[in-house]
């Protein structure tokens, strides 16, 4: 069974997401610090963190800095806090996703369920997929999940590198945002797909030596991105 840690300050919100994630088959484990969240999640076994950003003792930013540092699982951040900033700097720190309080209870649990069904596509091997994807000095290597631009390393995070990778194996097509949000993300995209614009933000600043004019992606005005293979 898989093993969920949800790290929430208010018991009833706590208690009613682990209610539908155990009716959906999961595991919950709860804490309500962001101290103890944080130990917990570095001395248990847990395949997904569900992690509210304001928390006493330690904030949802830092708990996720320092459990993307040592734990390759998916994290889904919640918060009240509806400005684009905090959307921005959770995901840039290397949360999988960012839903906005108040949200249905379904709809975590399907996001939930849509995060793990991810993870362990990318843990199995993929013999019938190209396993490097090499252009202009930009290396992808996707057995090992690891990029590199001329010749030096780049650290993507889970969902930078996947969308990387997604949009180098379509060269030269366009998808608009909330496409790449249901492909890369496994999610319908219900008009959050700022979501992809943070991501490919962030892949350019890591890529490219003048992010304003890249040569990776580019940005088609009004349909969306493409990988630039010429």
């Not at 569900?50 to 998916?74: S, V």
């Not at 890529?207 to 890249?214: G, I, Q, T």
Request: proline share 3%.
């Amino acid at each position: 069974m898989q093993r969920i840690l949800i790290i929430e300050d208010d018991t009833s919100i706590a208690e009613l997401q682990r209610d539908y994630l155990e009716i959906g088959g999961y595991s919950v484990k709860m804490e309500h610090t962001g101290d103890g969240g944080l130990r917990e999640a570095l001395n248990g076994r847990y395949d997904l963190v569900i992690l509210d950003l304001m928390l006493p003792g330690m904030d949802g930013f830092e708990i996720c800095r320092r459990l993307r540092a040592e734990r390759e699982i998916p994290i889904i951040m919640l918060s009240a806090r509806t400005e684009d900033i905090d959307k921005i700097r959770g995901l840039g720190l290397g949360a999988d996703d960012y839903m906005t309080k108040p949200f249905s209870p379904g709809e975590l649990v399907a996001r939930v369920k849509a995060h793990l069904s991810r993870y362990e596509r990318l843990a199995k091997p993929a013999e019938s997929r190209r396993a490097e994807i090499a252009i202009r000095g930009l290396k992808i290597d996707k057995n090992a999940r690891r990029v590199f631009v001329n010749g030096d390393e780049i650290l993507l995070t889970t969902k930078e590198f996947d969308l990387l990778a997604f949009l180098a194996e379509h060269p030269n097509r366009v998808f608009h945002k909330e496409e790449l949000f249901e492909k890369v993300w496994g999610l319908e995209a219900n008009g959050d797909s700022s979501t992809v614009t943070v991501h490919i933000r962030k892949i350019r600043e890591k890529l490219e030596s003048v992010p304003a004019s890249p040569s990776y992606i580019d940005t088609v005005w009004g349909a969306g991105y493409r990988f630039k293979v010429d």
